[in-house]
């Protein structure tokens, strides 16, 4: 029952330094998400993906680029991290997005530091 | 546009104590509204969940009922535990609509 899986669960980066945040979930979702979660500020969605070969920017895009692989995976990359950028980061998925009684399905987490 | 207000937190409870946490909404139309909890070091998992009024959701001795006229979905335990101890947030989501709308989150601490 792995669900939704995020790699790594914690990175350190420098000012200036890319990276790439894996999510990958196994219950064949047809939508997927990023969420970055900051204190007092809840969860601020960043890209979502509707379906294989889709993406969509949310409320937060700015900074970031995403990649659907395939249905299974949707990575989030950051190409000049900022300190503005430390946050955790959050995947989700979501078999029927469109239908309203639908909930997403999290990962763990990545904890997310720019130095 | 669509909104979540949460309670402030943090919120303290001795254990057993009768726990609310308010959520009040901004919407127009019917969504359905949700309770997740965030355990510490770990992601957000659907606690409760009602599609339409009156409807009342519970799980884990939560409950939460929603209430179109004061457009509400309070969580409630009658009875809380120390393992309760996690970020909860309300969200809400219409049909046709991809996105989940959430709360800021608020923060409860069960002391024993």
């Known amino acids: 029952n792995a669900g939704v899986t995020q790699t790594p669960k914690f990175q350190v980066l420098k000012t200036g330094q890319s990276m790439t945040l894996q999510c990958a979930q196994d219950m064949n979702h047809n939508s997927m998400y990023w969420y970055r979660q900051d204190p007092g500020m809840g969860l601020r969605l960043i890209y979502y993906s509707a379906s294989e070969g889709t993406t969509d920017k949310g409320e937060v895009p700015n900074g970031y680029n995403v990649s659907r692989l395939n249905k299974r995976e949707f990575s989030l990359r950051l190409e000049s991290a900022a300190p503005s950028q430390t946050s955790v980061y959050f995947c989700?998925?979501?078999?029927?997005?469109?239908?309203?009684?639908?909930?997403?399905?999290f990962g763990d987490g990545t904890r997310l530091s720019i130095l | 546009g669509n909104s979540v207000t949460q309670m402030e937190g943090p919120v303290t409870l001795s254990e057993e104590a009768f726990l609310t946490i308010n959520c009040t909404y901004t919407a127009t139309g019917y969504p359905s509204l949700f309770w997740y909890v965030q355990y510490p070091g770990e992601g957000l998992q659907l606690l409760l969940k009602a599609t339409k009024a009156d409807d009342k959701g519970s799980n884990k001795g939560f409950e939460a009922t929603y209430r179109k006229e004061t457009t509400s979905f309070h969580l409630e335990k009658g009875s809380v535990q120390v393992s309760d101890s996690a970020v909860y947030f309300c969200?809400?989501?219409?049909?046709?609509?991809?996105?989940?709308?959430f709360g800021t989150g608020t923060r409860l601490t069960i002391i024993p």
């Open positions: 969200a809400l989501k219409y049909e046709g609509n991809e996105k989940l709308t």
């Open positions: 989700a998925s979501t078999s029927r997005a469109q239908v309203r009684n639908q909930p997403q399905h």
